[in-house]
């Protein structure tokens, strides 16, 4: 299996030099995205892919859920990363319809180290409860957890100091929310952007 692996980067790295001679050479040059994904790590959302961006256009983070977590060392570096030396236009969380991580967190059954990952999650579930419980469809509560998961961590990102410390010195960066769709391969953008404290607020206060 490893070998087909390395036959296939082999057979990529022809095709995309074929079409393209100094495709390598620029990479090599410099790293600049204009954005920044937050995704969840599971394999059938690759980010570059579904968006039709090559290699180079995409400043990518993900784990399971998409979460960003104010307490999470790991996603606060590559926030910061992205932010600050890249300095990115676009931050995209997007989350996925049949996330087995949404799934995961309300379901009720034990499964260690992740429980503890989850629990961001478990939280907005409680919130938006009597929203949830109206709806008779196990799926269509799963969608919308789903959906309320990417508003909570747009807010996440969006509250973090990296974030308000670039609007302060006048950064151009705005925070989107989108939820993919595996079955169909299509985005949902979930209509909340934030571009500055005053959108954040906005949002705050709708939520």
Known sequence: MLDDLKANNRDWAARKTAGD???FKRLVGQQAP?????GCSDSRVPANEIVGLDPGEMFVHRNVAN???PQDA???SVLQFAVDVIKVKHILVVGHYGCGGIAAAVDGQRRGLVDHWLHPIREVHQEHRHELDAMP???ARLDR???LNVIR??????SDVFVQDAWARGQSICVHGWVYS???GLITDLGVDVGGPEALQSLEDDS
Do not use: K, M, S, T
Not at 34 to 38: A, D, K, L
Not at 153 to 158: D, L
């Open 74 to 76: 790991n996603y606060l």
């Open 34 to 38: 204009q954005y920044f994904w937050i």
């Open 145 to 147: 957890l789903c959906e």
């Open 182 to 184: 595996i079955e169909n």
């Open 137 to 139: 469809d196990q799926r």
């Open 67 to 69: 979460l960003a977590p």
């Open 21 to 23: 001679p100094g495709f």
């Open 153 to 158: 961590q747009v807010r996440n990102v969006a």
